[in-house]
Every structure is written in structure tokens, then in C-alpha cells.
């Protein structure tokens, strides 16, 4: 069972244009979710995040947006650069015994900016 | 900062040989992560430590091992290797609201 499901497995635009990623869930008691970028041959590095308790989190040119009632988040990328080509997954976090954060990811969608 | 650092970057090995993968991080993060990602899916956690000497399973621990026996380092073993198990591996420990990942191991199963 696929608790993070990023539904588009690929998206191309323009430069310039906004890039918008989207994220679905389906565990109600992940509280903390985060998107990182992957280039290829490389790990995953952060990207930006937000808690269950916002509905928006900014970070220059990246925004993130929360919708708890339907399990839904999205990443926008304003303006999109050739930069931003790469591989972005969606992670989710719940509390676990110990205080862990076990994080599960989706399966990632590959951004293409095209100059 | 070196932030999470493993080896080897790439190996090759033999079905039924053993190999363990390095990790050290020198955040002083007490948790620590082993991840695999399979070609086309998310990253799966094998295993998780909370802290030196406390390890647990995560999605997809069988056929490894590991251990933690100071901070900074969380090696994972793989001691019967198959081929289910050629994948790329990464490694991360958790600071504040994020996670930092190493660069990634290659491994592949013949």
C-alpha cells in the first residue's frame, strides 16, 4: 500500500513558467512533509518542507502547499529555470515510538525546464 | 562540514558474497537511515537507528544487517548477496526538520 503517491511520473515546461509538482497521502497521522531534489548520480538533497499545522511554506522561488482535507500537497517552482531539471520526490513523516522520523517517500516525478 | 559520507560508491559482487556498506556522519545526529532505491520507486528504508547501541527494521530489512555502535557511524551489512539486492543505497541522518543524505552506493548483484 503506497502511502505517498506522486501521481505524474514526468512534467516538462518552459523556462520562465511555474512548475507545479503534486503529491497525494493517505495516512492521516503524518504530521511533517518534505520535497527533495535529486540530480542524477547523486543523493537527495532538501529541498523545503512544512508542518501539518501550516498551509503554506515559502522559500524563494519554491513554495509548498498543504491541503490536509485532501491529502494533498504540491511544490511550485516560480520562475522555473533549466537548473530546476531533476528528480523531485515527496516525503512524509508520522511520530513513531522513540521519537524517530521514519520518512516515506513517493516514487518521484522528473522535472524537465526546457530553455 | 563532510555532513554524511559513504563507501564505496560503487561495487560489484558475487551471489553469496558479503560486503558492508560505510556510513559516518559528523553532525552528532543521533538518528541514522540506510535507504535503497530500485530503479523507477521511491526510496524504501531497510533499517533505522534512534542512537548508539538502539537499531530497528524498517520496510525492507531482510537480508540485511547492522549495528551502531558509536554516533557517528551506522554500517549496514549484507552478508548472502543476491540479486534482489543490486540497488542503489543511501544513507541519511535526521538534524532539525530535515534530513541529510549521502551521495548514494551503487551495488550490483552477478
Known amino acids: 500500500d503506497q502511502q505517498v503517491k506522486q501521481n505524474s511520473p514526468s512534467l516538462s515546461v518552459q523556462e520562465g513558467r511555474i512548475s507545479i509538482l503534486n503529491c497525494d497521502y493517505t495516512?492521516?497521522?503524518?504530521?511533517?512533509f518534505l520535497w527533495y531534489k535529486k540530480y542524477p548520480a547523486e543523493g537527495p538533497t532538501f529541498l523545503i518542507s512544512?508542518?501539518?499545522?501550516?498551509d503554506k511554506n515559502e522559500d524563494g522561488r519554491f513554495t509548498v502547499f498543504l491541503n490536509k482535507s485532501a491529502k494533498h500537497l504540491s511544490l511550485h517552482i516560480v520562475p522555473s529555470q533549466p537548473g530546476d531539471s531533476a528528480v523531485y520526490f515527496c516525503?512524509?513523516?508520522?511520530?513513531?515510538?522513540?521519537?524517530?522520523?521514519?520518512?516515506?517517500f513517493g516514487k518521484g516525478t522528473k522535472l524537465t525546464v526546457n530553455p | 562540514n563532510a555532513g554524511v559520507t559513504q563507501t564505496p560508491k560503487f561495487r560489484i559482487l558475487k551471489i553469496g558474497q558479503s560486503m558492508t556498506l560505510q556510513c559516518t556522519q559528523d553532525?552528532?545526529?543521533?538518528?541514522m537511515y540506510w535507504y535503497r532505491q530500485d530503479p523507477g520507486m521511491g526510496l524504501k528504508l531497510i533499517y533505522y537507528s534512534v542512537g548508539a547501541g538502539i537499531t530497528d527494521k524498517g520496510e525492507v530489512p531482510n537480508g540485511y544487517n547492522v549495528s551502531r555502535s558509536t554516533t557517528e557511524d551506522f554500517p549496514l551489512r549484507l552478508e548472502l548477496a543476491a540479486p534482489s539486492q543490486t540497488s542503489v543505497y543511501f544513507c541519511a541522518s535526521t538534524g532539525r526538520n530535515t534530513i541529510y543524505f549521502g551521495e548514494g552506493s551503487w551495488l550490483t548483484v552477478v
Open positions: 516525503a512524509a513523516s508520522a511520530p513513531t515510538q522513540g521519537g524517530s522520523e521514519k520518512l516515506v
Open positions: 495516512n492521516s497521522m503524518f504530521d511533517y
Open positions: 553532525m552528532n545526529h543521533n538518528y
Open positions: 512544512i508542518s501539518s499545522i501550516k
